[in-house]
């Protein structure tokens, strides 16, 4: 995870909801030693964060799912 970290955040633009899920399922994995799918582990990483970015990962995980559709367009300085 260590050695992905660094591309993964590289390559947020334009394919945020999935970086933004694989690194909550990273968080997951590296606080528990479980391996969690994207919505399973966003459900373990909200109660953890601040609501600025619980709101973020929440949008993540409703457009994985197919209940909305994610516009990052204006969300740059909340992603970063």
């Known amino acids: 995870m260590k050695d992905s970290l660094p591309g993964l955040i590289a390559n947020l633009k334009g394919d945020e909801r999935n970086v933004i899920l694989t690194l909550a399922c990273m968080w997951v994995t590296a606080a528990t030693g479980e391996f969690m799918v994207k919505d399973e582990a966003v459900q373990w990483v909200i109660p953890h964060l601040p609501k600025e970015q619980a709101a973020l990962i929440e949008l ?3 457009a994985y ?3 909305c559709f994610d516009d990052w367009e204006n969300l740059d300085a909340e992603l970063k």
Request: glycine share 16%.
């Open 65 to 67: 799912r197919g209940e």
């Open 60 to 62: 993540a995980e409703k």
